[in-house]
């Protein structure tokens, strides 16, 4: 299933996907899902990081995998 979105892109940004998309022979809706699904990746990592941070600084806490098992009755 896809989505429609309509977006606006700084003129360098949108100039450099026409150059890819010809160059590579692939359409810019596909290159902006790739570079997006790699940034989304970098996202994790730094979410991962923050939340390693917070746990760190004793702003959060890690519950046991088996008291989560439980609560969910499994």
Not at 6 to 11: A, P, R, S, V
Not at 36 to 53: H, S
Request: proline fraction near 0%; aromatic fraction near 4%.
């Amino acid at each position: 299933m896809q989505t429609r979105h309509n977006i606006t892109l700084d003129e360098e940004v949108s100039n450099e996907l026409e150059t890819m998309a010809e160059e590579l022979g692939e359409k810019k809706s596909k290159i902006i899902e790739k570079a997006l699904t790699v940034y989304f990746d970098l996202l994790d990592i730094k979410l991962a990081e923050k939340r390693m941070k917070e746990l760190e600084k004793g702003r959060d806490k890690l519950i046991d995998a088996e008291e989560v098992w439980k609560k969910l009755g499994m």
